[in-house]
């Protein structure tokens, strides 16, 4: 299997919103970052590709499989974390193992233990979720995705609400799980920083579209800022800016060919973050 998920032109019609012809795959072996500012597609694209949005037209696989023939043997190789808890509040940690064991018959409840003790999660009888803090309701639901030991990782703002030090170790942890072909993560969020160290690959939706889609390296070696006075960005070829914004002091820019650019005198061309990416190409698709 190449694709853990292969998505074709998928849309789906809303009132005020459209997913339009959104088209990307997650390789196999891989994490799939995928970013957008909010509203831009990536929950409702998610949705659909867990089967809880119905689509207008197009085609997804998932695990080899198209989702509409996808049983719960397959819908049990993939683990899902959304950016709120899918527990009751009144439920306890035990509880949540117990109901799991019986959904999943792959659960390995001494992992889930594990998991537990190393996020720092109460595993008493007594403390229920309620009293757990938003980011003890993430590691919770990471602990349970993680625990039934899937091939494909769908995350949605999974890392939202903890503390650099706990999103660190869980990089990490995403990075151990891709490490054989056999595993893959989708992994949306908009903390560009866990991006930029974890993903492979990135997918920037704007609007219910896709603007960019390549390797998250390939993007980082090749995209640079530029800035400059107005007077040298009038020189500078228009079919390698991608976007670009003036001020009082002068023009910042996205170019596309950073390592073969020559900056013309007063003018430095710097490397350019994700949000960097995603600003200035919103910004060109914009002018």
């Known amino acids: 299997m190449q694709h853990a998920i292969e998505i074709r032109d998928i849309c789906k019609r809303y009132p005020n919103f459209s997913l339009q012809n959104v088209s990307f795959n997650v390789p196999s072996g891989s994490i799939v970052g995928f970013v957008g500012e909010n509203g831009a597609g990536k929950t409702t694209t998610i949705k ?9 037209s ?29 527990f009751h509040d009144w439920l306890r940690a035990d509880q949540v193992a117990s109901v799991l064991k019986n959904i999943y018959p792959t659960w390995d409840a001494a992992y889930f233990a594990q998991l537990m003790q190393r ?10 979720i309620k009293s757990y803090s938003r980011g003890m309701k993430m590691k919770l ?17 999974a890392t ?30 908009h903390i ?21 889609n390549a390797e998250k390296d390939l993007l980082l ?13 009038a020189t500078v070829d228009q079919t390698h800016v991608k976007g670009s914004r003036k001020s009082g002091f002068g023009v910042e820019a996205l170019i596309d060919n950073r390592p073969d650019f020559v900056p013309m005198e007063g003018a430095v061309v ?11 190409t919103i910004r060109g698709r914009q002018s």
């Open 141 to 157: 639901s990471l602990a349970a995705a993680l625990a039934h030991r899937p091939k494909l990782l769908v995350l949605d703002e």
């Open 221 to 233: 070696e090749q995209y640079g800022v530029l800035r400059c006075t107005a007077e040298a960005f």
């Open 58 to 86: 197009g085609s997804i696989r998932l695990l080899g499989q198209d989702i509409a023939d996808a049983g719960a043997a397959s819908r049990a190789d993939v683990g899902v974390v959304f950016d709120e808890s899918a």
């Open 270 to 280: 710097d490397r350019a973050s994700v949000d960097d990416i995603m600003l200035y």
């Open 160 to 189: 939202s609400g903890l503390d650099p030090i706990v999103r660190d170790e869980i990089l990490d942890m995403f990075l151990d799980f891709i490490q054989d072909e056999e595993h893959s993560i989708l992994f949306s969020s």
């Open 192 to 212: 560009t920083s866990d991006i930029e160290k974890a993903a492979d690959y990135l997918v920037f939706i704007h609007e219910g579209q896709i603007v960019l």
């Open 119 to 128: 996020f720092q999660l109460p595993q008493d009888k007594k403390t229920d």
């Open 48 to 56: 659909a590709i867990l089967g809880i949005n119905k689509l207008d």
